[in-house]
């Protein structure tokens, strides 16, 4: 009987811990998946990590064999602490929180100096009251001063460590000599930190917001002009045919509205940026912005434009093919353009052909807006254009946004000087393509009010 | 001659200095302003200040007083840090920062001081190069961490803190026994200006993000619902007479797509706050978020029709009127279902009457319906009911959206368990309110396709 109850016993404690190495096992291999995805996604990752390391190990390393001051204490930990809170990811980042942290300590100390040294004239009894006067009043100040949107969008960081040095240095209590030396020291391990932290981010491989910023508004341009070349070639064939078979293209379209947060951020640090890459002005963050919030409007109508896909649209028999065929090409040429801006901002390369597409989907527009003013007889029941009427009037709004954004994207290829068309590789001409008409330059055709 | 150049000289200056003074009280006047504004826009931001200011300077006093440890050095410093890195306008900010600090650094020491120690074991001569090791091994790894998207959303902070805590304490240097007071002090100074900063915050006049996150998502519903009462109203009668005649509520209309950013904040900060006020359980925080991603998608279908507000938009004669009235019925009754859902989020009570709004909207959407499909004869010229097609379609959409958002506030009221409506103050009943019809519960109607 024991011998049994001892096996019953171990099988359930061997089950128990099978159960538990598996889940275990199972934890590892999850975790190792997740890690490699992200590795894999952007390697620079893996590479600003490593770079972290390095910066962090140079600094601790000098400060362990060289302690420059009195000890441990004070010193070194100001250059590991500036490292570690100011290494970002991009330079931008990096830039902006070294020289708040730098400038704020300076300022800062300066005041508290004086403050200290004016607590201490005061005699000693009244010390200690001028001093909790002068910390209420400056972190009360300072701490409102962070509300004000231009204060926090740039400055944030800066306001908070110039709180922190004020209250560290005016409550320190020594002798002003001692606080002198103090002021000193806090300022020059702040440098020697924030430039190593600067040296390691620029030096080694380095991660620039602003390129970030270009590629994401690249990317949100290029999802909406394959959505809008899949859509034309979709919208009218698939009539009654039910969501089961959109194109891959349509399957996939996610809205573009959650990036807003990421661009905002990019932008704030690529305007603390200098010239760099293919850039060789500072970035021109404010069009980059721009250009973004062009295309979330443009996102809106395309959602609209997203939830006719599973109707089925009706087009009265007599026009219907002229009708696909315009619509059709208003979406492609429209999908064409927004393809070829992206092109345009990822190679900074002046666009070339997007006022083609432009003026070709334009042109189509036209082209419908009279077929349903004279074509159109008597006799079509209205009910059958009922759904074809919103997708085309959709439609419509689409292509002038999309002109939008292709006037602001010539704007950022001058002001931001990108390489003319020559430069670019030869793009392969489609036997379709026709010649722009004489005149019809995309900002001169841009203030036309279009209705259908 | 001389006595004439003086007096230009002296004439000059006045007009410079003048000129300064003068730029210089413009810019103290608008500075003056500003902060008013700011004040008068939130009060709660001067107090948050001066809440700052007093928890800094009962920190400051009690070390200046009471250096508990030997001298100012590391003790009193890191309570002023704390203090002043963990404070933050809302309590859930607060308590987010304060408790990622106090955990990071217990088990960042902890295992700091096993390096430290581990190190030391290894001889005087390879020590440093172990430190050098474990530095840059903790500081990569966490740094890669901070990549995982859930680290990054509640953790981040934290990870700072844990590479900050390690390096300070494995490259101090000293014997093991010193290295443990060390530990001990952090520690107990950072749990000390922590629990201050949190008692400050939560003890005077708190701030809660859920309050803000909540009052956000019903501001935004509000904003929507007061475009379409005015829509409904304006739309059809507006005919030709373009933008200059909009109404007070059509002119205001702003994106609230923006607000995204501030959301996912205030419900990141959320998640970290116990039950309080009206929530006597944790608030639902993703039900808000979900509610808030809803709204914005309406928000996206209005901004698309309110493009269409500056045309003329011509019905056909025989059965204008009678477009006219179901849709303004459509975007009314829409309207106020929305302000309905609005008071009810802000005043936590579970919405009595927008179920009924809704139903008459939906109503006036299957009037409109049958209308097209019957009503409009063959004689009816297609142009004249383009535009107000495109129009109704949108509308019909913004009405299921509306049908959307009312279903999450539902799940919302029921989830935070809401007052129901018997608490709710009496609601004056307007003369033309219809009863529901039997069994049209909201959920009930929820599922219906509407085309029109």
Redesign the interface.
Known sequence: MEIQDNEVHSSLWCGWIRALLERFNANIVEFAR??KN?GQEDPR??I???K???A??LI??F???E?LYDG???S??WA??TV??VFELSVGATLSRGVNRAVATFLSATLAFGAHHLAVLSGEESE?VF??LF???I???V??AR??PRMKERYDYGL?IF??TF??I?????RDDEVLDMVYSRISTIVIGGLTAVIVCVGICPVWAGDDLSKLVAANIEKLGVFLEGFGVEVFRLSGEGESRKAASLQGFESI??T??EE?SLANFARWEPGHGPFRIRLPWKQYLKIGSLT??CD??I??LN?YLS?GIQTPPEIGGKIQELSTKMSTESGKALKELDLAIRTTTAPSSAGIYIIKSKNATENIKSL??ST?S??????E???A??VI??LV?VVSCTEKIAESVYVLASHARFKSEEHQPERPKSPDEEAPKQGDSIISISHQVI??
Do not use: W
């Not at 008597?378 to 009910?383: F, L, S």
């Open positions: 997740e890690t992200l990752r893996i600003h990590s490593l972290v390391g390095l962090i190990t601790s390393l400060y362990y064999f302690p441990f204490g004070v070194a930990m590991v602490m570690v809170s200690p001093i909790g910390v209420f009043l972190a009360g100040m701490t409102f509300f004000f908070l709180i922190l209250c560290l005016s409550v320190s209590g020594y509205i959650d807003i947060t905002e979330r409007e809106c109508r959602e609209s939830g109707y349903f003013n159109l008597k006799d079509t029941p209205p009910q254009i009922v759904l009427t919103t009037s959709l709004d209705t259908v």
